[in-house]
C-alpha cells in the first residue's frame, strides 16, 4: 500500500483491539492522522453487542514503524463535536454479563451472549434484548446528568428533566455521532439528578495510543482495566504473562492528553497501530465517578517514529501549563539565580527537562510504583534516586482511579539525549540552555 501524509479516520471498531485487527494506512513518518471518534463509555456499556467498553477508531500503521520502536504522538487540535452529553455513577444490572459486563455482556431474561437489540423509548430500560424483550443493557446510571454545551463560548450546563428527556427523544440531532458508529448514544437515559452545574470545556482523548499485542478490549488497554482480563471467565481472557508484557495502556483518561500535548507511545506490533477514541469535553484529575462527559470529536494528532526506543508504556509531555508546580522548565531569570547560587558553592548543575512517566496497575498505589520502575529502567537511575527527584522536582498525579499514575521529575538533559529524546522535550518546552 502506498504511504500517505495524511489519513483521515472515522472507522469504529466492535470494541476489540489487538494484532488481528486490521490496520489502515501507513500513514508517513512525520505525517498526520485526523480521528473523527465516538463517545467512549456509557453508550458502548448501553449497547449490548459491543464487545469492549469503548469505540475507539480502528489503528494507522505508521511508515518504518517496527517492534522495539517508538512513536511520538503531537496533538495538533481536539475538537468537540456532540453538542451534549451524560455521564454519572454507575451498577451493573443483574444476570446481565459474565464476569465483566463491559466485555462479556448478556440478556439477564434469555441469556442470549451480545444479544442484537431495539430501543423502546427513553431511559434505563429503552434498550432491551430483540430476541426477548427483556431490558439488556448492562449499566444502571445511579445518580447522572445531561450537560448541554455551547462550544463557541467553551461552556457547559447541567439541564433540568424536561430538557434532558426532550435531547433524549432527539438523541441523533445531539450526540452527533460518526457515520460508522454502533452505539445507543447515552443521552437516551435522559438523566438530570444535577441540575444548573457550569463547568468549562476543556476536551481531551481519554483513549490514544498504540495497539496492544494481543486481543483484548480496547477500553481494558491499561494495567488497571487490563488486570481484569488475567485468566478471566470469557473469551478475551489472557494470561498475567500478556497483562506484564503485551499491553500498551492506550486508555489513558489522563486529562492533560490534549491540544499541545506530546506523548511517546510503545510499538508492540509491526506498524505501532496508532488509534483514539473516548474523547471527553472536561474531566478533573482521578475521573473519581468513574466516567465523565464522553463527546463526538474530530482530532488531529502527527506521527513520527523513534528507532529502537523500547518502551514498556507511554512517556507524557503535557501542555506546560499542566505540569506540576515543581516540574516546569526554568525561566531564564530563575536559572541565573541558580547558576550564581551554584558558583558561590564551587559546584555544577546539570540542565534538566520535564518528563511525564505512565505507571499503571490494578490499584493506584501499584501504578505508581510501576511508574517509579519504569523511570527507573528508562533513566537508569535508582528506584530511591527517582523518588527523590519526583519529590523535590516533580509530583505523582491520579490520571484515573483505580491505576493509572502520571510520575513527573525533571530529568537530566544528558540522559534525554542518550535516548534520543531530547529534542522532542526541549522543542515542547522553552528552556533556559
Known sequence: ?????????????????????????????????????????????????????????????????????????????????????????????????????????????????????????????????????????????????????????????????RIAEDIAKNVSEWSVLPRNSKQVPVLILGKSDIVGLATRIRPFLGQLGSTPAVDIPDSHNAGDFGWFLVNAPHPYAITKEDYETKLTDGHLDVDSVREGAALIVPVKVDGGGIYAGDAHAMQGDGEVAGHTTDVSAKSVVEVSVIKNLSLEGPILLPPEEDLPPLAKPWRKDEWDHVLSLARRLKIEVEPVAPVQIIGSGPTINEAVMKGFLRASKLFGMSVEEVRNRVTISGAVEIGRLPGIAQVTLQVPIRILERLRIDNIVTSQYRLPF
Open 1 to 161: 500500500m502506498s504511504v500517505e501524509r495524511e489519513v483521515y479516520n472515522d472507522i469504529q471498531t466492535n470494541g476489540i483491539i489487538g494484532p488481528h485487527t486490521k490496520m489502515i494506512g501507513p500513514v508517513a513518518d512525520g505525517g498526520r492522522i485526523t480521528f473523527v471518534t465516538s463517545p467512549g463509555c456509557w453508550g458502548p456499556m448501553i449497547t449490548p453487542n459491543i464487545r469492549g467498553g469503548h469505540e475507539v477508531n480502528v489503528p494507522v500503521a505508521v511508515e518504518g514503524a517496527r517492534v522495539g520502536d517508538a512513536v511520538v504522538i503531537r496533538v495538533l487540535s481536539v475538537e468537540v463535536l456532540s453538542k451534549a452529553s451524560s455521564s454519572g455513577v454507575d451498577t451493573t444490572r443483574p444476570g446481565s454479563y459474565v464476569g465483566d459486563p463491559y466485555v462479556m455482556k448478556k440478556c439477564p431474561s434469555c441469556n442470549e451472549p451480545w444479544p442484537d437489540f431495539y430501543v423502546d423509548g427513553i431511559g434505563g430500560d429503552a434498550v432491551k434484548c430483540r430476541k426477548c424483550g427483556a431490558p439488556a443493557s448492562p449499566f444502571i446510571m445511579v445518580n447522572g446528568y445531561t450537560m448541554v454545551f455551547d462550544l463557541s463560548l467553551g461552556v457547559g450546563v447541567t439541564v433540568n428533566k
